[in-house]
Protein backbone atom coordinates (compact mmCIF):
# COMPACT_ATOMS: atom_id res chain seq x y z
CA UNK A 1 0.00 0.00 0.00
CA UNK A 2 1.11 3.92 -0.87
CA UNK A 3 0.88 5.59 2.61
CA UNK A 4 1.09 9.64 2.63
CA UNK A 5 2.20 11.98 5.74
CA UNK A 6 1.35 15.21 4.93
CA UNK A 7 2.30 18.40 6.51
CA UNK A 8 -0.76 19.60 9.12
CA UNK A 9 -2.00 22.69 8.03
CA UNK A 10 -3.90 23.95 10.97
CA UNK A 11 -3.25 26.78 13.12
CA UNK A 12 -0.47 25.59 15.72
CA UNK A 13 -0.46 22.14 14.73
CA UNK A 14 3.20 20.57 14.65
CA UNK A 15 2.13 17.07 15.64
CA UNK A 16 2.84 14.67 12.09
CA UNK A 17 1.13 11.87 11.38
CA UNK A 18 3.90 8.70 11.45
CA UNK A 19 7.08 8.79 13.24
CA UNK A 20 10.44 7.51 11.02
CA UNK A 21 9.99 4.01 13.25
CA UNK A 22 6.72 3.71 11.76
CA UNK A 23 7.78 4.07 8.42
CA UNK A 24 10.72 1.93 8.74
CA UNK A 25 8.16 -0.97 9.98
CA UNK A 26 5.69 -0.16 7.48
CA UNK A 27 8.51 -0.19 4.87
CA UNK A 28 10.21 -3.27 5.88
CA UNK A 29 6.76 -4.98 5.35
CA UNK A 30 6.56 -4.05 1.48
CA UNK A 31 4.75 -0.83 2.01
CA UNK A 32 5.85 2.75 0.27
CA UNK A 33 5.65 5.47 2.60
CA UNK A 34 5.52 9.49 0.72
CA UNK A 35 6.44 12.16 3.35
CA UNK A 36 5.45 15.79 2.62
CA UNK A 37 8.91 17.84 2.92
CA UNK A 38 9.24 18.90 6.69
CA UNK A 39 6.24 17.58 8.24
CA UNK A 40 8.01 16.36 11.19
CA UNK A 41 10.57 19.22 11.84
CA UNK A 42 8.74 20.56 14.23
CA UNK A 43 7.97 17.47 16.57
CA UNK A 44 11.91 16.60 16.04
CA UNK A 45 12.04 14.27 13.27
CA UNK A 46 13.99 15.79 10.00
CA UNK A 47 13.52 14.61 6.39
CA UNK A 48 17.11 12.68 6.91
CA UNK A 49 15.41 10.78 9.53
CA UNK A 50 12.75 9.27 7.37
CA UNK A 51 14.79 9.20 4.52
CA UNK A 52 16.91 6.43 6.06
CA UNK A 53 14.00 4.60 7.07
CA UNK A 54 12.73 4.33 3.64
CA UNK A 55 10.36 6.99 3.05
CA UNK A 56 10.10 9.20 -0.07
CA UNK A 57 10.22 12.81 0.64
CA UNK A 58 7.50 14.65 -1.77
CA UNK A 59 7.77 18.83 -2.04
CA UNK A 60 4.12 19.62 -1.67
CA UNK A 61 0.62 18.21 -0.11
CA UNK A 62 -0.67 17.87 -3.27
CA UNK A 63 1.78 15.19 -4.28
CA UNK A 64 0.97 13.51 -1.15
CA UNK A 65 -2.44 13.18 -1.75
CA UNK A 66 -2.03 12.38 -5.62
CA UNK A 67 -0.34 9.28 -4.66
CA UNK A 68 -1.13 7.99 -2.09
CA UNK A 69 -3.73 5.11 -1.15
CA UNK A 70 -3.99 5.38 3.07
CA UNK A 71 -3.58 9.80 4.40
CA UNK A 72 -2.20 9.29 8.08
CA UNK A 73 -2.96 12.86 9.39
CA UNK A 74 -3.27 14.51 12.69
CA UNK A 75 -6.36 16.58 12.34
CA UNK A 76 -9.45 16.19 9.41
CA UNK A 77 -8.39 17.41 5.95
CA UNK A 78 -8.55 21.36 5.47
CA UNK A 79 -10.66 22.94 2.60
CA UNK A 80 -7.25 22.64 0.37
CA UNK A 81 -6.66 19.10 1.54
CA UNK A 82 -10.36 17.81 0.64
CA UNK A 83 -9.74 19.01 -3.19
CA UNK A 84 -6.43 17.45 -3.26
CA UNK A 85 -8.04 13.52 -1.93
CA UNK A 86 -9.06 11.27 -4.49
CA UNK A 87 -12.07 9.38 -4.66
CA UNK A 88 -11.70 5.88 -2.57
CA UNK A 89 -8.93 7.08 -0.70
CA UNK A 90 -9.19 7.05 3.27
CA UNK A 91 -7.94 9.14 5.59
CA UNK A 92 -7.04 8.57 9.16
CA UNK A 93 -6.34 11.13 12.32
CA UNK A 94 -8.17 13.06 15.05
CA UNK A 95 -11.22 14.13 13.16
CA UNK A 96 -13.53 16.16 14.96
CA UNK A 97 -16.33 15.79 12.44
CA UNK A 98 -18.88 16.88 15.06
CA UNK A 99 -17.59 20.72 15.22
CA UNK A 100 -16.33 20.51 11.79
CA UNK A 101 -18.31 23.16 9.76
CA UNK A 102 -20.72 22.03 7.21
CA UNK A 103 -18.93 22.83 4.26
CA UNK A 104 -16.47 20.33 5.58
CA UNK A 105 -18.18 18.13 6.31
CA UNK A 106 -20.50 17.93 2.80
CA UNK A 107 -17.00 18.06 1.03
CA UNK A 108 -15.78 14.79 2.44
CA UNK A 109 -18.99 13.35 1.05
CA UNK A 110 -19.19 14.43 -1.60
CA UNK A 111 -15.17 13.56 -2.39
CA UNK A 112 -16.09 9.72 -2.18
CA UNK A 113 -13.82 9.17 0.67
CA UNK A 114 -13.23 7.09 3.54
CA UNK A 115 -12.52 8.52 7.37
CA UNK A 116 -11.53 6.44 10.17
CA UNK A 117 -11.65 9.28 13.24
CA UNK A 118 -8.95 7.96 15.75
CA UNK A 119 -11.13 9.31 18.64
CA UNK A 120 -14.10 6.72 18.27
CA UNK A 121 -11.52 3.89 17.88
CA UNK A 122 -13.09 1.38 20.19
CA UNK A 123 -14.11 -2.17 20.74
CA UNK A 124 -16.76 -1.92 23.75
CA UNK A 125 -17.71 1.84 23.45
CA UNK A 126 -16.05 2.88 27.04
CA UNK A 127 -12.00 2.47 26.32
CA UNK A 128 -11.12 4.55 23.48
CA UNK A 129 -6.82 3.55 23.09
CA UNK A 130 -6.23 6.46 20.67
CA UNK A 131 -7.95 9.23 22.16
CA UNK A 132 -6.81 8.15 25.77
CA UNK A 133 -2.99 8.87 25.00
CA UNK A 134 -4.30 12.89 24.04
CA UNK A 135 -6.40 13.32 27.42
CA UNK A 136 -3.41 11.69 28.77
CA UNK A 137 -1.60 14.41 27.40
CA UNK A 138 -3.74 17.62 28.01
CA UNK A 139 -4.85 16.42 31.94
CA UNK A 140 -1.25 16.62 32.35
CA UNK A 141 -0.31 20.13 30.54
CA UNK A 142 -3.71 21.34 32.41
CA UNK A 143 -1.64 23.24 35.46
CA UNK A 144 0.82 24.12 33.18
CA UNK A 145 -1.45 26.76 31.16
CA UNK A 146 -3.75 27.39 34.21
CA UNK A 147 -1.02 28.38 36.70
CA UNK A 148 -0.08 31.19 33.36
CA UNK A 149 -3.55 31.96 32.80
CA UNK A 150 -4.08 32.59 36.50
CA UNK A 151 -1.26 35.58 35.98
CA UNK A 152 -1.97 39.45 35.72
CA UNK A 153 -0.33 39.81 32.51
CA UNK A 154 -3.07 37.28 31.29
CA UNK A 155 -6.19 38.59 32.29
CA UNK A 156 -6.21 36.37 35.29
CA UNK A 157 -7.19 36.55 39.01
CA UNK A 158 -3.13 37.35 39.78
CA UNK A 159 -3.26 33.91 41.54
CA UNK A 160 -0.44 31.44 42.06
CA UNK A 161 -2.15 28.14 42.26
CA UNK A 162 -0.49 26.08 44.75
CA UNK A 163 -0.19 29.26 47.36
CA UNK A 164 2.52 29.80 49.64
CA UNK A 165 2.81 29.83 53.52
CA UNK A 166 0.18 31.89 55.14
CA UNK A 167 -2.08 32.24 51.86
CA UNK A 168 -4.58 29.73 51.04
CA UNK A 169 -3.76 27.24 47.52
CA UNK A 170 -6.32 27.74 44.58
CA UNK A 171 -9.05 26.01 43.77
CA UNK A 172 -10.16 24.17 40.68
CA UNK A 173 -12.93 22.26 39.35
CA UNK A 174 -13.08 19.39 37.10
CA UNK A 175 -16.12 18.75 35.19
CA UNK A 176 -15.87 15.08 33.63
CA UNK A 177 -14.10 11.85 35.39
CA UNK A 178 -13.00 10.60 32.94
CA UNK A 179 -8.71 10.06 31.58
CA UNK A 180 -8.50 13.58 30.96
CA UNK A 181 -10.25 14.58 34.09
CA UNK A 182 -8.19 12.18 36.13
CA UNK A 183 -4.99 12.68 34.54
CA UNK A 184 -5.76 16.92 35.09
CA UNK A 185 -6.95 16.17 39.00
CA UNK A 186 -3.65 14.11 39.63
CA UNK A 187 -1.10 16.99 38.11
CA UNK A 188 -2.89 19.87 40.39
CA UNK A 189 -3.10 17.57 43.45
CA UNK A 190 0.73 17.26 42.75
CA UNK A 191 1.02 21.19 43.19
CA UNK A 192 -1.09 20.86 46.69
CA UNK A 193 -4.20 22.56 44.44
CA UNK A 194 -7.43 21.66 46.09
CA UNK A 195 -9.25 19.89 43.43
CA UNK A 196 -13.44 19.04 42.85
CA UNK A 197 -14.04 16.61 40.42
CA UNK A 198 -17.53 16.35 39.41
CA UNK A 199 -19.23 13.43 37.56
CA UNK A 200 -22.83 11.88 36.79
CA UNK A 201 -22.04 8.92 38.76
CA UNK A 202 -21.44 7.27 42.19
CA UNK A 203 -19.66 4.88 40.07
CA UNK A 204 -16.85 7.09 38.22
CA UNK A 205 -16.81 9.24 41.85
CA UNK A 206 -15.84 6.49 44.02
CA UNK A 207 -13.63 4.89 41.32
CA UNK A 208 -11.40 8.52 41.07
CA UNK A 209 -11.43 8.80 44.87
CA UNK A 210 -10.04 5.82 45.01
CA UNK A 211 -7.77 6.31 42.45
CA UNK A 212 -6.04 9.12 44.06
CA UNK A 213 -7.01 8.32 47.68
CA UNK A 214 -8.78 10.36 48.91
CA UNK A 215 -6.98 14.05 48.54
CA UNK A 216 -9.69 15.71 46.40
CA UNK A 217 -13.10 15.73 46.91
CA UNK A 218 -16.21 14.30 44.48
CA UNK A 219 -19.38 15.53 43.39
CA UNK A 220 -22.41 14.74 41.35
CA UNK A 221 -22.22 17.32 38.59
CA UNK A 222 -25.69 17.97 39.53
CA UNK A 223 -26.48 22.01 37.83
CA UNK A 224 -26.80 22.87 41.76
CA UNK A 225 -23.67 21.67 42.32
CA UNK A 226 -21.95 23.20 39.48
CA UNK A 227 -23.11 26.26 40.07
CA UNK A 228 -22.09 26.27 43.75
CA UNK A 229 -18.51 25.01 43.15
CA UNK A 230 -17.66 27.25 40.01
CA UNK A 231 -18.39 30.28 42.12
CA UNK A 232 -15.73 30.33 44.10
CA UNK A 233 -13.41 28.52 41.60
CA UNK A 234 -9.90 29.95 40.23
CA UNK A 235 -9.83 27.50 37.51
CA UNK A 236 -13.00 25.36 35.97
CA UNK A 237 -12.22 22.47 33.49
CA UNK A 238 -14.04 21.46 30.72
CA UNK A 239 -13.21 17.76 30.40
CA UNK A 240 -16.80 16.20 29.74
CA UNK A 241 -17.48 13.70 26.50
CA UNK A 242 -20.28 11.87 24.97
CA UNK A 243 -18.78 9.59 22.58
CA UNK A 244 -20.74 10.74 19.30
CA UNK A 245 -21.92 13.57 20.18
CA UNK A 246 -21.55 16.94 20.91
CA UNK A 247 -20.73 18.00 24.44
CA UNK A 248 -23.19 19.00 26.66
CA UNK A 249 -23.38 22.80 27.56
CA UNK A 250 -22.70 22.32 31.38
CA UNK A 251 -21.83 26.18 31.58
CA UNK A 252 -24.47 28.96 31.00
CA UNK A 253 -23.57 32.34 30.52
CA UNK A 254 -25.91 33.29 33.66
CA UNK A 255 -23.29 30.78 35.68
CA UNK A 256 -20.14 32.62 34.45
CA UNK A 257 -21.60 36.23 35.66
CA UNK A 258 -21.08 34.46 39.20
CA UNK A 259 -17.56 33.01 38.45
CA UNK A 260 -14.94 35.81 39.92
CA UNK A 261 -13.11 38.23 37.77
CA UNK A 262 -10.06 36.85 36.31
CA UNK A 263 -11.10 32.87 37.04
CA UNK A 264 -10.04 30.67 34.06
CA UNK A 265 -12.28 28.52 31.90
CA UNK A 266 -10.57 25.82 30.14
CA UNK A 267 -13.05 24.36 28.18
CA UNK A 268 -10.92 20.74 26.75
CA UNK A 269 -14.07 19.78 25.42
CA UNK A 270 -14.09 21.93 22.43
CA UNK A 271 -13.03 20.04 19.49
CA UNK A 272 -16.62 18.35 20.67
CA UNK A 273 -18.18 21.77 20.82
CA UNK A 274 -17.49 22.64 24.16
CA UNK A 275 -19.37 22.36 27.02
CA UNK A 276 -19.88 26.24 27.82
CA UNK A 277 -22.40 28.64 26.06
CA UNK A 278 -19.68 31.14 25.35
CA UNK A 279 -16.92 28.34 24.00
CA UNK A 280 -15.40 29.20 20.67
CA UNK A 281 -12.35 27.57 19.10
CA UNK A 282 -8.64 29.36 19.77
CA UNK A 283 -5.53 28.51 18.88
CA UNK A 284 -2.32 28.01 20.02
CA UNK A 285 -0.87 31.03 18.78
CA UNK A 286 -3.81 33.24 20.21
CA UNK A 287 -5.45 31.14 22.74
CA UNK A 288 -7.50 32.96 25.13
CA UNK A 289 -10.15 35.87 25.06
CA UNK A 290 -12.19 37.69 27.94
CA UNK A 291 -16.16 36.64 27.80
CA UNK A 292 -18.10 37.74 30.95
CA UNK A 293 -14.48 38.79 32.94
CA UNK A 294 -13.92 35.25 32.56
CA UNK A 295 -10.49 33.73 30.60
CA UNK A 296 -11.18 31.40 28.35
CA UNK A 297 -9.01 29.02 26.88
CA UNK A 298 -10.23 27.07 24.04
CA UNK A 299 -7.59 25.50 21.66
CA UNK A 300 -9.05 22.47 20.50
CA UNK A 301 -5.07 20.54 19.70
CA UNK A 302 -3.63 21.23 23.21
CA UNK A 303 -1.16 18.48 22.87
CA UNK A 304 0.00 20.35 19.41
CA UNK A 305 1.76 22.48 22.31
CA UNK A 306 4.08 18.98 22.92
CA UNK A 307 4.63 17.70 19.37
CA UNK A 308 6.90 15.32 19.79
CA UNK A 309 5.79 13.86 23.19
CA UNK A 310 2.25 13.48 21.56
CA UNK A 311 2.86 12.17 17.83
CA UNK A 312 5.17 9.45 20.05
CA UNK A 313 2.12 8.69 22.10
CA UNK A 314 -0.73 8.31 20.04
CA UNK A 315 1.52 6.71 17.28
CA UNK A 316 2.21 4.04 19.83
CA UNK A 317 -1.70 3.56 20.34
CA UNK A 318 -2.68 4.04 17.06
CA UNK A 319 -0.23 1.36 15.41
CA UNK A 320 -1.86 -1.42 15.34
CA UNK A 321 -5.00 -0.15 13.75
CA UNK A 322 -2.53 1.69 10.63
CA UNK A 323 -0.93 -1.77 10.83
CA UNK A 324 -4.43 -3.28 10.09
CA UNK A 325 -5.26 -1.26 7.38
CA UNK A 326 -2.25 -1.49 5.61
CA UNK A 327 -1.72 -5.33 5.95
CA UNK A 328 -5.30 -6.52 4.95
CA UNK A 329 -6.41 -3.19 2.86
CA UNK A 330 -9.15 -0.58 4.67
CA UNK A 331 -12.69 -3.19 3.61
CA UNK A 332 -11.15 -6.18 5.17
CA UNK A 333 -9.53 -4.67 8.15
CA UNK A 334 -12.80 -2.95 9.31
CA UNK A 335 -14.61 -6.34 8.66
CA UNK A 336 -12.36 -8.09 11.03
CA UNK A 337 -11.20 -5.74 13.72
CA UNK A 338 -14.50 -4.05 15.17
CA UNK A 339 -12.51 -1.32 16.85
CA UNK A 340 -11.85 -0.36 13.45
CA UNK A 341 -15.23 -0.53 12.17
CA UNK A 342 -16.18 1.50 14.98
CA UNK A 343 -14.35 4.73 13.97
CA UNK A 344 -15.17 4.65 10.16
CA UNK A 345 -17.37 7.54 10.06
CA UNK A 346 -17.90 8.22 6.56
CA UNK A 347 -17.03 5.03 3.76
CA UNK A 348 -16.64 6.05 0.04
CA UNK A 349 -18.89 9.34 0.68
CA UNK A 350 -21.38 7.41 2.77
CA UNK A 351 -22.29 9.12 5.87
CA UNK A 352 -22.32 6.05 8.62
CA UNK A 353 -22.37 8.39 11.92
CA UNK A 354 -26.07 9.16 12.69
CA UNK A 355 -24.81 12.24 14.53
CA UNK A 356 -23.48 13.53 11.94
CA UNK A 357 -25.73 12.69 8.83
CA UNK A 358 -28.52 14.87 10.88
CA UNK A 359 -25.66 17.53 11.03
CA UNK A 360 -24.99 17.70 7.02
CA UNK A 361 -28.96 17.55 6.36
CA UNK A 362 -29.35 20.16 8.41
Not at 146 to 154: E, T
Amino acid sequence: MRIGIPRERSAGEDRVGLTPAGVNLLTKAGHTCFLESSAGEAAGFADYDYQRQGAKILTNGEEIFGQSDLILKVLRPTLEEIAWARQGQTIMGFLGLMAAPKEELVALSERKLTLVAYEMVTRNGEDFPILKTMSEVVGRMAPYIAGSLLMRPAGGRGVLLNGVPGVSAGEVVILGAGTLGINAARAFLGLGVKVFVLSPTLERLRYVESLLHGQLTTMLSHDFNIAYLTRFADVVIGAVRVPGERAPKLITRQLLRTMRRGAVLMDFSIDHGGCAETSRPTTLENPTYVDEDIVHYCVPNVPGAVPRTSTHAFNNAAWPYVLDICQAGPATAFAQNPALRNAVVIRNGDVLDKELANLIRQ
